[in-house]
């Protein structure tokens, strides 16, 4: 017993250290000499109590503070619990630094890689506590194309929580925040600053100059010397207000040599791609295949990136979907993506090919025209034995004898035949006098609901715009009906017109917003149908009774 019960222990530890994660990040992969970053260990190890080992980090960094954060949370799988500790370095070097792999135990964690560059900040002239610098990534712009600027609020005294900056407004440009204002420490000169920086995405709406005006930045710096602090009072300091500098773009235009039926795609990269569900190599007719192409370009948001060019192929009827737009906040900026997403059913068997689907862009690093393209794909759409009438046995009914060569066909066959429908026919007979001997009765009811209340129930769905429980009232009145729904249809366009926008409804995602008035209005307006079906529910039935006395 204590055998097994070891046994079950080292599973249970072993399983616990292949479950356990220890993880290395930091806050930025780029930064300025001098400027500090924070490093993140995590790990979701219960058994670990001891603290990561940090003397491989003292040959590279300052190691300028520490500390510890226990996390517990509760999930579907139970309750799980996590240690991180975050350590405030500054690198030694400039260029490419590796933060190098750390053990906490048994685990190690995954080297991170982060690139310092020579300052190029605030030099000696700086000597007031707190000051303001702003740059921009491009000083030449293409319209409508992203241009980064970076707001940085220098601060060598400590700061009241009452800190202000005035609101980024440029005419004839849409600004949009890049994330939340981070903050982080640096030494110029000698001396230990904070920094708050900011950033933000402009995209000028017209070509020419175009000016970022300055930001006023406003705070109070903490007196430390001052003991008449109080609390009911003005906060014992000096009020600061910095101002940055105005920032003058030069804006050009859209290139001369961009196609003109070309929607204007200004962007670091561009990618296509699509996907499929399920694939269309599976397509069998009247099934609905979803395709979905995807759009994302770096250096645009969601809303400049126009619609993907519809699918128009005669093999192929199409239910477009509402499109589905994105933004992606990173270090270049904005990433736009847009997902237009569309139904296909096939309507007759064979090959089908998709045409070739191509997006102009404009290349901003290398200031060149580009051209993604999504290639032509060709696939089968395969018979569906769910359609298939079974009429095989009306053509195929008749099924030969063969015969020996030189032997006579027997007798006997067709002599017991005609013996065997002799007598149904007598009995049919004699049943029948027999019947005419008896008092009429009447008419069994029919089982089943009639024309007058499937057309009701039809009209209840239709004003109700339920497409799913339309297409079932629809299915059982057409039953009824002399003619088929597709003939009805075929002969009546308001009528295909209306099923269509049923389909639509029914193949795409936004059914929901789907109006049956028309449908509705188009049953009604078939030419001889009120009279056909409704009429001859109220009518006295002129046929004579079926046993007359």
Same mark, same amino acid.
């Given at each position: 017993m204590s055998r097994l019960l070891c046994t079950l222990l080292l599973s249970l530890m072993a399983f616990t250290a292949n479950a356990a994660i220890f993880h290395a990040s930091v806050d930025r992969s780029?930064?300025?000499?001098?400027?500090?970053?924070?490093?993140?260990?995590?790990?979701?190890?219960?058994?670990?109590?001891?603290?990561?080992?940090?003397?491989?980090?003292?040959?590279?960094?300052?190691?300028?503070?520490?500390?510890?954060? $226990?996390?517990?949370?509760?999930?579907?799988?139970?309750?799980?619990s996590s240690t991180r500790w975050i350590i405030t370095l500054q690198p030694k070097n400039t260029g490419y630094v590796v933060v190098p792999p750390l053990t906490l135990g048994n685990l190690k964690s995954d080297p991170v890689v982060i690139f310092v560059q020579e300052s190029s900040g605030p030099?000696?002239?700086?000597?007031?506590?707190?000051?303001?610098?702003? $740059?921009?990534?491009?000083?030449?712009?293409?319209?409508?194309?992203?241009?980064?600027?970076?707001?940085?609020?220098?601060?060598?005294?400590?700061?009241?929580?009452?800190?202000?900056?005035?609101?980024?407004?440029?005419?004839?440009?849409?600004?949009?925040?890049?994330?939340?204002?981070?903050?982080?420490?640096?030494?110029l000169n000698g001396v230990r600053h904070g920094v708050i920086e900011l950033r933000f995405a402009i995209f000028p709406q017209e070509s020419g100059t175009l000016e970022i005006p300055s930001q006023v930045f406003s705070a109070t710096t903490v007196?430390?010397?001052?003991?008449?602090?109080?609390?009911?009072?003005?906060?014992?300091?000096?009020? +600061?207000? +910095?101002?940055?500098?105005?920032?003058?773009?030069?804006?050009?235009?859209?290139?001369?040599?961009?196609?003109?039926?070309a929607p204007w795609l200004p962007a670091h990269a561009l990618s296509l791609s699509e996907s499929w569900k399920p694939e269309p190599e599976q397509a069998?007719?009247?099934?609905?295949?979803?395709?979905?192409?995807?759009?994302?370009?770096?250096?645009?948001?969601?809303?400049?990136?126009?619609?993907?060019?519809?699918?128009?192929?005669?093999?192929?009827?199409?239910?477009?979907?509402?499109?589905?737009?994105?933004?992606q906040t990173t270090d270049q900026g904005i990433i736009g993506t847009r997902e237009d997403r569309e139904a296909l059913v096939a309507n007759r068997e064979g090959q089908v090919t998709l045409p070739e689907v191509e997006v102009y862009w404009w290349n901003t690093g290398t200031d060149k025209l580009e051209r993604t393209t999504l290639p032509a794909r060709t696939f089968s759409?395969?018979? $569906?034995?769910?359609?298939?009438?079974?009429?095989?046995?009306?053509?195929?009914?008749?099924? #030969?004898?063969?015969?020996?060569?030189?032997?006579?066909?027997?007798?006997?066959?067709?002599?017991?035949?005609?013996?065997?429908?002799?007598?149904?026919?007598?009995?049919?007979?004699?049943?029948?006098?027999?019947?005419?001997?008896?008092?009429?009765?009447?008419?069994?009811?029919?089982?089943?609901?009639?024309?007058?209340?499937?057309?009701?129930?039809?009209?209840?769905?239709?004003?109700? $715009?339920? #497409?799913?429980?339309?297409?079932?009232?629809?299915?059982?009145?057409?039953?009824?009906?002399?003619e088929t729904l597709a003939d009805m249809a075929a002969r009546y366009t308001p009528l295909s017109e209306a099923l269509d926008g049923l389909n639509g409804a029914l193949y795409s995602e936004s059914g929901q917003h789907w109006q049956g008035r028309n449908l509705w209005l188009a049953i009604r307006s078939l030419p001889d149908i009120e009279d056909k079906d409704i009429g001859s529910t109220q009518e006295a039935s002129p046929l004579p009774p079926l046993y007359p006395r």
């Open positions: 780029r930064i300025s000499e001098g400027e500090t970053i924070e490093l993140t260990l995590e790990t979701n190890d219960s058994t670990q109590f001891g603290k990561p080992d940090l003397q491989p980090l003292e040959e590279l960094f300052e190691i300028l503070g520490t500390r510890q954060v $226990n996390r517990l949370s509760n999930s579907s799988s139970g309750t799980e030099g000696g002239d700086h000597v007031a506590p707190v000051y303001i610098t702003s $740059n921009v990534d491009q000083d030449a712009p293409y319209v409508q194309a992203q241009t980064i600027l970076t707001l940085r609020i220098y601060h060598s005294v400590s700061l009241y929580d009452d800190s202000s900056l005035t609101p980024l407004k440029i005419p004839k440009a849409r600004v949009e925040q890049l994330g939340e204002p981070r903050t982080f420490e640096t030494d007196d430390r010397n001052s003991n008449t602090y109080n609390p009911f009072g003005p906060r014992p300091g000096k009020r +600061v207000r +910095v101002k940055s500098p105005v920032i003058p773009l030069q804006v050009k235009a859209k290139p001369a040599e961009y196609p003109a039926n069998k007719l009247g099934d609905s295949l979803t395709r979905s192409l995807t759009l994302r370009a770096e250096g645009l948001s969601s809303a400049q990136l126009q619609p993907l060019p519809a699918t128009q192929v005669a093999e192929l009827r199409r239910y477009p979907d509402q499109p589905q737009l994105s933004n759409v395969s018979a $569906n034995p769910a359609l298939n009438t079974a009429n095989n046995d009306t053509t195929n009914g008749s099924v #030969s004898t063969p015969t020996v060569a030189g032997e006579s066909p027997l007798l006997w066959p067709w002599q017991l035949s005609t013996a065997f429908f002799a007598l149904t026919t007598l009995l049919a007979f004699m049943l029948w006098w027999r019947a005419r001997r008896q008092p009429a009765v009447l008419q069994s009811q029919q089982d089943g609901p009639n024309s007058q209340d499937l057309l009701d129930e039809l009209k209840r769905t239709c004003l109700a $715009n339920d #497409s799913q429980a339309t297409r079932y009232a629809l299915d059982a009145w057409a039953r009824q009906q002399p």
